[in-house]
């Protein structure tokens, strides 16, 4: 099925550990995101990419970093996990900017994050 | 910082009824998307109305826009306790990297 695919569903960390979260989507999209969700906060962006090769900061990166080698594939890790980053993770892409005027966001299914 | 407030923040109501939800943001905005998210899952598109529309249908769903207020409103018509969800709004800009701006959401629920 199309659409866009994270991996894993669930996890646990322990404080100070490390971890990379995958996100791959078969529709050809070229931008890429990575948001958390929290409670009463809605979402929030962390990083984003906007094509092969090139990533960007959002609303709340520190703490993050990202990687884009393949169009298809947007990873998120965390290099020292903390307890203020346990949260559900969403993955999303979309079309370009010619094509963004007549489609949203197709997002993953969510990765929840408890870090102890 | 969010652009979306949706209010309410939860709705309850019985089949059969028309759900509304409402939403304002803050800056201008070039569309404005509706999201749904069923428990557990990720957020599903429902709908976008580009700024220099005013009202939009798809299916049950009607959507409007005033830009001189900032606000949208997603009404629901004859709702089905499928329909019980988070509801999200967005705000959208064309430019750069297409940044949506979320809301907190609305929590509806559906009772048959």
């Known amino acids: 099925n199309a659409g866009v695919t994270q991996t894993p569903k669930f996890r646990v960390l322990k404080t100070g550990q490390s971890m990379t979260l995958l996100c791959a989507q078969d529709?050809?999209?070229?931008?890429m995101y990575w948001y958390r969700q929290d409670p009463g906060m809605g979402l929030r962006l962390i990083h984003y990419?906007?094509?092969?090769?090139?990533?960007a900061k959002g609303e709340v990166p520190d703490g993050y970093n990202v990687s884009r080698l393949k169009k298809q594939n947007f990873l998120l890790g965390l290099e020292s996990a903390a307890p203020s980053q346990t949260s559900v993770y969403f993955c999303?892409?979309?079309?370009?900017?010619?094509?963004?005027?007549?489609?949203?966001?197709?997002f993953g299914s969510g990765t929840r994050l408890t870090v102890v | 910082s969010q652009q979306g407030e949706e209010d309410p923040q939860a709705l309850s109501i019985q089949e059969g009824e028309n759900a509304t939800m409402n939403c304002s943001y803050k800056?201008?905005?070039?569309?404005l998307q509706w999201y749904r998210q069923n428990s557990g899952r990720g957020l599903v598109h429902l709908i976008l109305?580009?700024?220099?529309?005013r009202e939009k249908h798809s299916g049950r769903l009607r959507v409007t826009l005033d830009t001189s207020k900032k606000s949208s409103s997603l009404l629901i018509t004859a709702s089905r306790a499928a329909d019980t969800a988070s509801y999200f709004c967005?705000?959208?800009?064309?430019?750069?990297?297409?940044?949506?701006?979320f809301g907190a959401g609305t929590r509806l629920a559906v009772h048959p």
């Open positions: 999303a892409s979309s079309y370009s900017r010619r094509l963004s005027l007549n489609y949203g966001y197709t």
């Open positions: 529709m050809n999209h070229e931008y």
């Open positions: 990419s906007v094509g092969e090769g090139t990533t």
């Open positions: 800056t201008s905005i070039n569309n």
């Open positions: 109305i580009r700024s220099n529309e």
């Open positions: 967005a705000g959208g800009f064309s430019g750069g990297y297409n940044k949506l701006i």
